[in-house]
């Protein structure tokens, strides 16, 4: 039997954000960085399921689970559920030399960082009297798991939940030789977890842009460059030499249009300017009618999507 994933991995809304921000804008110095953490941040916890994706006893795994206990939300990045007991993992892809001084968390030059063990020991608690009020005494079991393999930790106490980079296979050996059961009850927990998850933090940074600012073309799937025309059905990225179907690039340049502007209206000259004009109006409007239905018969028609999600 494999694992069951109730929820798997989700790239972050935020990285997703910056991502399609970043080659249609000068980002500031604290966006770059920001973008930079989250994607090693996503990294680390693809990473981290690379490691577990063969755990085929039958372990309920829930990730990226956002939830709020008593007004303050807590994060957690990976949940294994059994009747017998919950694994409650923060994943982080921490590389280089760091120490710990009594609650404080450094890297080897000495600059203090969040303390990813108080991190922990916070979400273990909110999600214990969470369970609680379920009705659930199930006991956890919670570990902060580095997994850069060239993460190293001095003065680490030996009683510390952390799972180092080396023991991560042992840990996931461990599991497999101890199958836990599935039962109703552990599904119906997972389920209530999944609808207790919240899906936009109240604390979510803000991002200001504006269509007009951003630089416009179809960007690349492979990399952050834009792609040009290379023949009447392809698009060619110069950077990396992707070649890609001009119908596939644009209709996902216009996803990435909605996702920008949820509340801008789909029209055949907006698409055809966030495109940069790589291809005709008319060869815009034929492409937004595979995928999206128009609405009105005027010039002023515009599309939405189809409710259907066959396409």
């Given amino acids: 039997m494999r694992e069951i994933i109730i929820r798997a991995r989700q790239e972050p809304e935020e990285l997703k954000l910056l991502k399609c921000l970043s080659p249609r804008k000068d980002l500031s110095e604290k966006e770059l960085n920001t973008l930079r953490n989250l994607e090693r941040g ?36 990976s949940l294994f559920i059994s009747s017998e007991l919950i694994y409650l993992f923060e994943v982080k892809y921490f590389d280089g030399d760091f120490y710990i001084d009594g609650d404080g968390f450094y890297t080897q030059s000495g600059k203090e960082i969040n303390n990813p063990l108080l991190q922990l020991e916070r979400s273990e608690s909110l999600f214990r009297r969470l369970l609680q009020d379920f009705g659930i005494k199930t006991p956890i079991k919670s570990f902060v798991c580095f997994v850069h393999p060239e993460f190293h930790l001095y003065e680490a106490p030996r009683n510390h939940p952390i799972i180092f980079p080396t023991q991560l296979p042992r840990f996931v050996k461990k599991l497999q030789m101890n199958p836990p059961t599935i039962q109703k009850a552990s599904l119906r927990l997972a389920e209530k977890i999944v ?52 119908v596939t690039a644009i209709l996902r340049n216009v996803e990435e249009f909605i996702f920008l502007f949820p509340k801008k209206r789909i029209f055949t000259n907006t698409i055809y300017e966030w495109c940069n004009g790589i291809r005709s109006k008319k060869t815009i409007r034929r492409i937004l009618m595979l995928k999206y239905t128009p609405v009105g018969i005027s010039k002023d028609s515009y599309f939405v999507k189809v409710a259907s999600s066959d396409h």
Avoid at 69 to 75: P, S, V
Avoid at 228 to 242: T, W
Wanted: negative net charge; proline residues 1%.
């Fill in 42 to 77: 996503f990294e680390g916890e693809l990473l981290f399921d690379n490691w577990v994706e063969d755990l085929s006893n039958g372990w309920i795994i829930l990730n990226d689970i956002l939830l709020e206990y008593n007004q303050t939300e807590f994060q957690i990045d």
């Fill in 195 to 246: 609808a207790a998850h919240i899906n936009e933090s109240r604390h979510k940074r803000v991002y200001e842009y504006q269509f007009e600012e951003l630089k416009k073309g179809v960007r690349c799937y492979n990399c952050v460059s834009f792609m040009d025309d290379y023949s009447p059905e392809y698009l060619i990225c110069n950077k990396c030499g992707i070649k890609e179907k001009a």
